[in-house]
Nanobody
Framework: QVQLVESGGGLVQAGDSLRLSCAAS????????LGWFRQAPGKEREFVAA????????YYADSVKGRFTISRDNVKNTGYLQMNSLKPEDTAVYYC???????????????????WGQGTQVTVSS
């Protein structure tokens, strides 16, 4: 079993940066993939980025490619999402999840994740 806790969200202006963290406990951290999804008001949860286990392969949604960077520290049992050049359309609750899969096809699918954090709010003002 995996427990995930996100942090690092906040209110920023367009063009600013934020780094989200996903602290994990339970199952060996390096044995599962991590993904970040987000959900804006009135919209479905959507894939943002993922990183396979134990580390290396990364995948991004087209909307964040070149601006966001996903990473993981298997010693600190923490995943990160560095978000640069933020836009108002990035406003959402951001969730990290744990998944067994390692391919892009699987990691883009919300149903492939077996554990989620509680989410952290990111608000970008124009």
């Amino acid at each position: 079993q995996v427990q995930l806790v996100e942090s690092g969200g906040g209110l920023v202006q367009a063009g600013d940066s934020l780094r989200l963290s996903c602290a994990a406990s339970g199952r060996t951290f390096s044995s599962y993939s991590l993904g970040w999804f987000r959900q804006a008001p009135g919209k479905e949860r959507e894939f943002v980025a993922a990183i396979g286990y134990p580390g290396g392969y990364t995948y991004y949604a087209d909307s964040v490619k070149g601006r966001f960077t996903i990473s993981r520290d298997n010693v600190k049992n923490t995943g990160y999402l560095q978000m640069n050049s933020l836009k108002p359309e990035d406003t959402a609750v951001y969730y990290c999840g744990a998944a067994s899969g390692r391919t892009r096809y699987l990691l883009e699918i919300e149903g492939e994740y077996y554990s989620w954090g509680q989410g952290t709010q990111v608000t970008v003002s124009s």
